[in-house]
C-alpha cells in the first residue's frame, strides 16, 4: 500500500482545499476528505486505481460531506448547523474541482497574522503538506495533546472569528505575502536547523519546505520574494547531507565535502536566484550569500567583499544581531581577524543575543584562526555554557579540544 | 456578522492637557467618519475609578469601588463593528486610535442584541471570567449559562438594553499599532487574567440602580462602568 501512501500525500493538500472552498469549513473539508481516503483504500485494491486520482477522491469526499451536512442539518443547535445553509444553496448542482488557486487559498488562511506562528506552522504541515498529528508533534518536539489541540483551536479560531478561506484582496497583500513565505520558511527551518528529533521527520520537513516554495512561485510568479525563498531553501538545502557528520556533529562550511553538494539543487536554486531579481524581503540577500558558498570553488577562494555586501543589504532589510554576528565573522575573512573581532564588538551587547551563544561561537572562531588559542579556549567555554543544540555543542567540544582546551 | 471591539489602555493619572484632549477628539471623530459604515455602537467609559466590579455571582455578590489597582491595562471605550469578516474587523481596530499607544481586543460575537433605545450615558456591564472558564457554544456548559441568562433577563430584562456574548478567548485577537506598523497577537491582550465573555448595556436611573442589576448578572466578575456619552454614536 506503499505507492496509495504516496498517492494520497500528493492528493492530499488539493482536495482539502477544494473541500474547504466549497463547503467553507476546513474542519469539514478535512474529515471528508479523510472518509474518502479510508474508502479508496477499500475501493482502488478491489477496483483498480482511478486514472484521475484527484478527481475521486474529491467526489466522494465531497459526498460524504453532503451525507453529514444532510444530518447535521436536522439536529439543530449543532455548531454545523450554521455552514449548512449556505452549501445547500449551491452544494447540489455545483460541481467542485481542485483548482490551483485553492491551494493558494490555503496557504494564505493557514499563515493569517491573527493565528500564533506556531500555529500558522502545525495548520500548515496539517492542511497542505498532509502530515499526521504525530509526525507534526514530532518535527516540533511537542506532545500529541499539545500539538491536537492547538490545530483544533486554530481551526475553531478561523470558524469562529471567521477568518477568510481566501486569497487577501490586493491592498493586503503586501503585508500578508511575507506571513505565507515565513510559514514556508519555517516549514524548512524546523528541518534544517532542527536541534533534536528523529533525521526521517527533518529530511520531510526540509523536502516540504523546498516544495511548498515552489508551490509559492508557481501560484505567485510575480512574487519575487517567492523566487528569493525558492532559491534560499534549494541552495540551504543542497548542503543537507555534508552539514552533519556521522557522530552527530555540525560540520562547518569550510570543511564541509563539497563534492557532495546538490549540484541540482545549486543548480535550481540559481535559477530562482536569477528570477528574483528586485526581491525586497529579507530572502534575496541570504539568497546571495548561500549562492556565494555555493559556487566558491574553496573556503580560501570565497568572495569574502560580496558577501560582507550581501550582509549589509540583509541588514538593511532585517536589522538582525545575528545577522551582524554573522557579518562579522564575513569582514574576518575579508579584512583579517583583528577587524573581524572590533565588527564583532559592536554587537556584542545587543540585549537581544542575551540568551544566545552566537557571539562567543564566533569571537572563538575568529581567536582560534587568529593563533590566540588561549582566548579562544575561554570563548569556547562560554559558547558551550550557553544555549544550543547537541550538534553544536559537539562541533565546539571539537574545537576547544583543538585549541588545547577541555570542557 | 458582529465584532466587540475593546479598547485598552493605560489610564490617565492626572487631568488630560486639553490641546491633547482636542487632538484626541478629533482622531476619534475621524475613525468616526471613516468607519461609519461598520460601526454599530461605541463610546468611552468613564474612568476606572468611578467604576465597580461585582464579584461572586448572583447570590453572593461582592461590591467593590474602583479604581482596580490590580490591572495596568483598563478598558476605556468599546465598539460593535458590524463586518463580513476578521480581515475587515481587524482593518477597523488598526485605525482606532487607541490602539497606537494601548491595544484593541477583536471579539467574535455569538449573538448580538442591539440597544433598541439610545444608550447615551447609561452603563456598560463587561462580564469577566477566568480564561479556564472559557466554553464554547454549542457545549452542555454554554447552554446552562444560556438558561442562567434567560433567567436573568426574566428578572431585569426591563432594564437591560442590548448586549453580547462573546466566543472564548481563543478566538479572539489583540491589535497594536506601534510606529507605524500593525502588530497582531493570538488571543486577549493579557494572558492569564479575566478577561471579556459577554456584555449588556444596563439602562436605569443612578448607579446604585445598577449596581443592584449587574449585581444579578452570572458571571465570576462583573465590571460596571458608566458610558461617557461622547461618541455621538
Known amino acids: ?407 | 456578522m458582529h465584532y466587540f471591539a475593546l479598547l485598552l489602555g493605560p489610564e490617565p493619572t492626572s487631568a488630560p492637557d486639553p490641546d491633547a484632549h482636542a487632538a484626541e477628539m478629533a482622531a476619534y471623530q475621524a475613525f468616526h467618519a471613516k468607519a461609519a459604515s461598520a460601526i454599530r455602537a461605541g463610546d468611552a467609559l468613564t474612568p476606572s475609578a468611578t467604576g465597580v466590579r461585582i464579584t461572586g455571582g448572583p447570590d453572593a455578590p461582592t461590591i467593590t469601588d474602583g479604581p482596580f489597582a490590580e490591572s495596568a491595562e483598563v478598558a476605556g471605550g468599546y465598539y460593535v463593528f458590524e463586518a463580513d469578516n476578521l480581515d475587515e474587523a481587524l482593518a477597523l481596530a488598526r485605525d482606532i486610535p487607541a490602539a497606537k499607544y494601548g491595544a484593541v481586543e477583536i471579539w467574535p460575537t455569538v449573538f448580538y442584541t442591539p440597544p433598541s433605545q439610545p444608550v447615551g450615558t447609561s452603563w456598560l456591564a463587561l462580564l469577566l471570567e477566568p480564561p479556564a472558564n472559557a466554553v464554547a457554544p454549542g457545549t452542555p456548559e454554554w447552554e446552562a449559562g444560556i438558561a442562567a441568562h434567560q433567567k436573568f433577563g426574566a428578572a431585569a430584562g426591563d432594564r437591560t438594553n442590548g448586549g453580547a456574548a462573546l466566543h472564548p478567548p481563543a478566538t479572539a485577537t489583540t491589535v497594536r499599532v506601534r510606529d507605524g506598523e500593525v502588530l497582531l497577537t493570538d488571543g486577549p491582550y493579557v494572558e492569564g487574567a479575566e478577561v471579556a465573555n459577554g456584555f449588556y448595556f444596563i439602562d436605569v436611573a443612578d448607579r446604585d440602580e445598577a449596581v443592584k442589576v449587574a449585581s444579578m448578572i452570572p458571571a465570576t466578575t462583573v465590571e460596571l462602568r458608566q458610558l461617557m456619552g461622547v461618541s455621538g454614536l
Open chain 1, 1 to 407: 500500500m506503499t505507492n496509495l501512501d504516496g498517492v494520497f500525500r500528493r492528493e492530499w493538500g488539493p482536495a482539502v482545499a477544494a473541500l474547504a472552498r466549497w463547503s467553507g469549513d476546513i474542519t469539514i473539508a478535512e474529515d471528508a476528505v479523510q472518509e474518502a481516503f479510508a474508502e479508496a483504500l477499500q475501493a482502488w485494491p478491489r477496483d483498480g486505481v482511478p486514472h484521475n486520482t484527484g478527481g475521486w477522491i474529491v467526489t466522494v469526499a465531497r459526498n460524504r460531506a453532503l451525507d453529514r451536512l444532510r444530518r447535521e442539518s436536522v439536529r439543530p443547535g449543532k455548531e454545523l448547523a450554521a455552514v449548512v445553509d449556505d452549501i445547500r444553496a449551491s452544494a447540489d448542482h455545483a460541481d467542485v474541482h481542485p483548482v490551483r488557486d485553492d491551494e493558494l487559498r490555503m496557504m494564505f488562511t493557514c499563515a493569517h497574522p491573527a493565528l500564533d506562528p506556531t500555529s500558522r506552522l502545525a495548520l500548515t504541515l496539517r492542511l497542505i503538506s498532509g502530515l499526521t498529528v504525530a509526525e507534526i508533534a514530532r518535527a516540533l518536539l511537542q506532545s500529541e495533546a499539545a500539538v491536537g489541540q492547538r490545530i483544533t483551536r486554530a481551526k475553531n479560531k478561523i470558524r469562529h472569528a471567521n477568518i477568510p478561506l481566501r486569497v487577501p484582496p490586493a491592498e493586503l497583500l503586501p503585508e500578508r505575502t511575507p506571513h505565507v513565505l515565513a510559514c514556508i520558511y519555517s516549514v524548512f527551518t524546523e528541518g534544517y536547523f532542527s536541534t533534536a528529533g528523529p533525521s526521517a521527520i527533518r529530511d520531510e520537513l526540509c523536502d516540504e519546505g523546498v516544495r511548498l516554495a515552489g508551490e509559492a512561485c508557481s501560484l505567485m510568479p510575480d512574487e519575487r520574494d517567492a523566487q528569493a525563498l525558492a532559491a534560499l531553501v534549494l541552495l540551504q538545502d543542497s548542503r543537507r547531507e555534508t552539514r552533519v557528520d556521522d557522530c552527530g556533529a555540525l560540520v562547518p562550511l569550510d570543511e564541509q565535502d563539497r563534492g557532495r553538494w546538490d549540484r541540482g539543487r545549486i543548480a535550481r536554486g540559481l535559477d530562482r536566484l536569477q528570477l528574483a531579481a528586485g526581491a525586497t524581503g529579507p530572502y534575496l540577500p541570504q539568497a546571495v550569500i548561500a549562492a556565494l558558498h555555493a559556487t566558491a570553488t574553496s573556503w580560501q577562494q570565497t568572495d569574502w567583499a560580496a558577501i560582507c555586501m550581501a550582509y549589509d543589504r540583509l541588514i538593511e532589510v532585517v536589522d538582525s544581531p545575528v545577522a551582524r554576528a554573522n557579518r562579522a565573522l564575513a569582514i574576518g575573512f575579508r579584512d583579517g581577524f583583528a577587524a573581524g573581532l572590533s565588527a564583532l564588538d559592536e554587537v556584542a551587547d545587543d540585549p537581544r543575543l542575551a540568551r544566545s551563544n552566537v557571539v562567543a561561537s564566533i569571537r572563538a572562531d575568529l581567536l582560534r584562526r587568529a593563533g590566540r588559542r588561549d582566548e579562544a579556549v575561554e570563548w569556547y567555554r562560554i559558547a558551550m555554557d550557553g544555549n544550543g543544540s547537541d550538534q553544536a555543542r559537539e562541533f565546539l567540544r571539537r574545537r576547544l579540544a583543538e585549541c588545547g582546551g577541555a570542557y
